[in-house]
């Protein structure tokens, strides 16, 4: 009996385009054996054709046109690894309408335009694989599909950016210069092309909006979430946490209050007590904790970013690919919203509960912290502990204040009255305090 031959066509060949041919070259026998079908590398499109690569392609399989792949009759699989929002979203579409299957790592792209992906490719009978989109090598859209179908979630949370992670990690445990550390992981391969994604919690965001999706069958805009990055996080920060027994790390929270009916999506640096495992996940790293309502809390961890981690995720969609268009259908191409239709709403930030970590830049004068604490006070938040220390800036100091729990509506509130303190004399810091145990 002969072999069926699956062709692949790679639009984009950077980081993680490279990284998949390199793999799946190198493990072609092995999968092909697996699998039952050959697997062949067609055609690979990229924007400058001239410029030096890790992988060496034959110039014949590239072209600068990947609406072309897309478009190819001959091609079944096309991998958008190319990253964006508009070529890619073109790219994806045609193939979809066509009804090929769609492997990608874009989680940018189906935040923004998840439900008219899937719609398409339910319309036209296409296929769309997104391993890769969230937490690079660790499969999580598996786990939350397959592993946990059992399960509604009342809690995701974790970290979904290796570029963070790896920022905080090096910051705390070498007080390297956030600038220095940002240009490492940019050449390590671990950060987006617009770097500001990564940083200022975007990423992240698109990240949990895919798992918000999946877990509960709702499409939530970043512009619903609280989004807030890693970049005025300073090494005092980090020391602060410390000395109160925490770590920090940029997180993505998820949390359904199934009595009410409200889900809640947000991304914020938190500092995690020392002892949590999450606080303890480093470098490039991620981690999340799923809490399921029949299984209880499961723990998946491993490479968020790079190369080698996101090719894995990548190759396993194409595994999913060629057992689909050998086999049939399977379980994972059951829409979410078609078997959880959205029934929740969002919570109002009032109801979005948590303790806070509050770092004051204020003139070194007297009845200044008896000043905070009586704006503090009129909103109800209520102070838990107070460090003061010396500020870079001449006669200023940094206080540092915990909250006993509160709400977001209600630390809003003391934040814009407390800017407008004369004594405050920098933008306060604010970070969450993630009590996350079981
Ligand atoms: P990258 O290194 O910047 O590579 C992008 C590739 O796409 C390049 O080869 C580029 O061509 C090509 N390209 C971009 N626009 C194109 C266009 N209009 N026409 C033809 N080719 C085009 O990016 P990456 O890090 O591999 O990321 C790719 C995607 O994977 C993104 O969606 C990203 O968010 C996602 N992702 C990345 C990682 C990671 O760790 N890097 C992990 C998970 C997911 P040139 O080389 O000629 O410029
Ligand atoms: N820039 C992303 C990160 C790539 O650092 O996590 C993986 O999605």
Not at 124 to 140: K, N, Q, R, T, Y
Not at 303 to 308: K, S, T
Not at 376 to 390: D, E, F, K, L, N
Not at 398 to 409: F, K
Request: aromatic content about 4%; charged content about 20%.
């Amino acid at each position: 009996m002969s072999v069926p031959v699956l062709n692949i066509g790679i639009c984009g060949f950077g980081t993680v385009g490279q990284g998949v041919w390199q793999h799946l070259s190198a493990n072609r026998a092995r999968l092909e054996a697996r699998l039952g079908v050959r697997l062949h590398l067609a055609r690979a499109a990229v924007r400058d054709l001239g410029r030096a690569r890790d992988v060496r392609l034959p110039r014949r399989l590239l072209t600068t046109d990947p609406l072309a792949i897309a478009r190819d009759p001959a091609i079944h699989i096309v991998c958008e690894l190319m990253g964006g929002t508009t070529v890619a979203r073109q790219v994806t579409l045609t193939a979809l309408r066509l009804g090929k299957v769609v492997v990608s790592a874009n989680k940018a792209l189906i935040c923004e335009h998840g439900a008219e992906i899937m719609a398409t490719a339910r319309r036209h009978g296409g296929h769309f694989f997104f391993e890769a989109s969230v937490a690079g090598g660790i499969p999580i859209i598996k786990a939350l599909r397959e592993g946990l179908v059992a399960n509604r979630f009342p809690r995701i949370y974790g970290i979904l950016n290796g570029t963070c992670n790896y920022i905080l990690t090096r910051m705390r445990e070498q007080g390297a210069p956030y600038a220095e550390v940002l240009a490492e992981a940019k050449r390590l391969g671990y950060a987006e092309a617009d770097e500001s994604l990564d940083v200022d919690g975007w990423d992240t965001a698109h990240k949990a909006a895919v798992l918000a999706w999946l877990a509960h069958g709702v499409w939530v805009r970043t512009d619903q979430m609280v989004v807030e990055g890693i970049s005025r996080l300073t090494p005092a920060d980090l020391r602060n946490a410390a000395t109160l027994g925490y770590g920090i790390k940029l997180l993505a929270v998820i949390t359904r209050d199934f009595r009410r009916e409200e889900l809640s999506v947000r991304v914020h640096p938190t500092l995690l007590p020392a002892g949590d495992v999450i606080a303890n996940v480093n470098g490039v790293f991620n981690a999340i904790s799923v809490t399921g309502d029949v299984v209880g809390t499961t723990l998946y961890s491993g490479r968020g970013a790079g190369r080698d981690a996101t090719a894995s995720a990548v190759i396993s969609d194409l595994a999913d690919a060629a057992a689909l268009l050998r086999h049939g259908k399977g379980a994972h191409l059951l829409g979410e919203d078609a078997v959880a239709p959205a029934r929740c709403r969002l919570a109002p930030p009032e109801r979005i509960l948590s303790r806070y970590y509050v770092r004051l830049t204020v003139r070194d004068e007297p009845g200044v912290l008896a000043r905070v604490a009586a704006t503090m006070a009129r909103h109800r938040v209520s102070i838990a502990t107070v460090i003061q220390g010396p500020s870079e800036r001449p006669r200023a100091a940094s206080l540092v204040l915990t909250t006993h729990q509160s709400d977001e509506r209600a630390l809003a509130r003391t934040l814009r009255r407390l800017r407008a303190l004369a004594a405050v004399l920098e933008d306060p810091v604010l970070l969450r305090i993630g009590d996350f145990a079981p």
